[in-house]
């Protein structure tokens, strides 16, 4: 299904229709011909594949008391949520249940059977972009560094990263991975050994780009600050 933005003519297309799909880049937009994807099943798809089922067989056994507050908090949009467009859109109960709790999966914490509530249901502030610092040398430890006071008590500072072999490219919309996290109010996220097994041996002249957000425990977080260093 293509998504149309409408104006005084048709100003925005997203998605395939009667086998074309149409998208945009830093050119322009762009149609080209859709060619069925190759079903990946990378160690990471396959987690994520087994997430996903657990989920839908943890929200069946909820009653409908929950599944109903699942849906009221939904109904608030606590997190702002953006088609490719860019336009708002509403998530469901279901949407926010998987959202928060494959988050808290990501941190070892238990499933939520019942959505966040009074200050716990309001996302953290984020990290403030200024004094964030990447560095991510080719050997050696990889660090995201940021003031100690920018960070909320009781939030957590996950890191995410994504690489690319060029310093020319403009940070990516998708590819990131889950680096580490810890207490925000520590300062430094050390991910040496896990960024070496997802990007594998990078070179100087990439470009790592980091997004470090807040994080309730329950799964709730901030926009993301954004950072890059290209690697020395």
């Known amino acids: ?38 079903n990946p099943r990378s160690p990471r798809q396959q987690v994520l594949r087994g997430e996903l089922a657990r989920l839908g067989r943890a929200w ?47 941190t070892e914490f238990s499933l939520m059977e019942e959505p966040p509530e009074g200050d716990e249901a309001t996302p953290p502030p984020p990290l403030e972009p200024t004094g964030l ?47 580490g996290y810890d207490s925000s109010d520590v300062g430094t996220v050390v991910f040496t050994e896990r960024a070496i097994s997802v990007f594998g041996s990078y070179r100087a002249g990439w470009t790592g780009y980091c997004k470090l957000v807040q994080r309730w425990y329950t799964g709730l977080q901030s926009a993301p600050a954004t950072i890059f260093a ?3």
């Open 133 to 179: 610092t990447l560095w991510v040398p080719p050997e050696g430890p990889c660090e995201v560094e940021w003031d100690e006071l920018t960070g909320e008590a009781g939030a957590a500072a996950i890191a995410y990263m994504a690489m690319r072999p060029s310093s020319g490219q403009r940070a990516p919309a998708a590819g990131y991975y889950l680096m």
């Open 1 to 38: 299904m293509a998504i149309v933005k409408l104006g005084g003519t048709v100003v925005g297309i997203r998605g395939t229709v009667g086998g074309v799909t149409y998208s945009a880049n830093k050119s322009g937009p762009y149609a080209k011909a859709w060619g069925r994807g190759s």
């Open 60 to 106: 069946q056994a909820l009653d409908q008391e929950q599944r109903d507050l699942w849906d009221a908090f939904a109904a608030l949009s606590p997190e702002p949520t953006y088609n490719s467009l860019g336009e708002e859109i509403e998530l469901s109960g279901w949407g926010y249940y998987c959202r928060i709790n494959v988050r808290r999966l990501e």
């Open 230 to 232: 290209v690697v020395e």
